[in-house]
């Protein structure tokens, strides 16, 4: 009787385990800007959090948690402006994301997501490389 409710224990954290895993989608951002008159890094936001200061020609790789999240970017400040463009997904279990960060403007400078599909961001990747220092 002890061995059967051992075995079942077992078997509960692992499943548990397993279940917690498989709870997460990997995001990709992308910055293949390389302008050099932006010196400043792109600051990257998770639902007001942000998770990396993405530099020219680099891509991050996160794993979020399934479900709605707010995701925006700006140039400058460590903390989420009011008026940054935002933008909402609602993200899947075991799939893949991958967000390109664009400058806008000619004279002020912003920057917005815009998502892209498997291939271009398979076209992209040689050219930059991974950024594992997000918050430096």
Known sequence: M????????LFLCSVTMFSQENDTATVYFFRKTGTDAIVSNFRVFIDN???CKLKNKKYSIHQVKSGK???SVQLNSTT?????DKFEIDIEAGKTYYMEVKLTGDIMYGAIFEEVT???AKKLMPKLKQQDDCLK
């Open 69 to 71: 999240h707010v995701f």
């Open 80 to 84: 989420e402006k009011k008026g940054s």
């Open 49 to 51: 959090t942000l998770v």
């Open 118 to 120: 498997e291939n271009t």
């Open 2 to 9: 002890k061995k059967l409710l051992l075995l079942i224990v």
